[in-house]
């Protein structure tokens, strides 16, 4: 990982919350109540823009790298349609023992401004 | 709101991986290639960490709804293999997630309305 990315953007964007893309994830999840839950699931911030502006924006070594953590604070589901404004950024890169430590957040935001979801995520790399 | 331990239904499967990957765009190889999860320690690919978690909300959804649950923030603790047949059991302030060995993979706090 690199130490000099913290505070770098990965990806801020308007996207639209596909039908396909939840139906996609219900799919995967494959439970009565996984269409709900897509709703609430449907995106992995760090992964928005593709595995590998993750990997050049963080400096991650994949090879060594683990997802240690990841929250989810809703407000409330996302909707089919409706349109969002996402923002993933680096918010801290810093050494701990044999471990560097990558903590990425993501905020998506609705057409009025308001927050609908925000996610945090750490990924461990040993050095 | 008081969590039941509850069984995800069906164990985690390659083609599940494989689903998850293309719905979120996470293409990561050591999720898909076994030869790449080798060479980084792994016995196999593994299940994409959020796919542990969306499993896990999904028996939350299930019990109190997707409109109740508020948050929920997790460590995960061990990697989850295809076959591994996962279940939640509630513990103070959230859940654990463990695999069928009893190995606790996902600590979570949950808050719900």
Known sequence: MDLNSKGRTIIEREMRVEETKLGELASAIGTETGAQTASLALYFGPTIAGEKMLVERLGLDLSKALLGGQSYAWERPFRAGETLRVRVSVEDVYEKGPMIFGIVAAEFRDADGAVVQTQRTTFLERK | ?113
């Open chain 2, 1 to 113: 709101m008081a969590i039941r331990e509850e069984k995800v239904p069906a164990p985690v499967s390659r083609v599940q991986i494989a689903r998850y990957a293309g719905a979120v765009g996470d293409f990561n190889p050591i999720h898909l290639d076994d030869e790449f999860a080798r060479a980084a320690g792994m016995p196999s690919v593994i299940a994409h960490g959020p796919l542990t978690l969306t499993l896990a909300i999904d028996r939350l959804v299930a019990q109190c709804g997707a409109d109740a649950l508020r948050s929920f923030d997790a460590r995960l603790k061990a990697p989850v293999f295809p076959k591994d047949h996962l279940s939640i059991a509630p513990v103070e302030g959230g859940i654990e997630v463990k695999n069928q060995e009893g190995k606790t993979v996902v600590a979570a706090t949950v808050k719900t309305v």
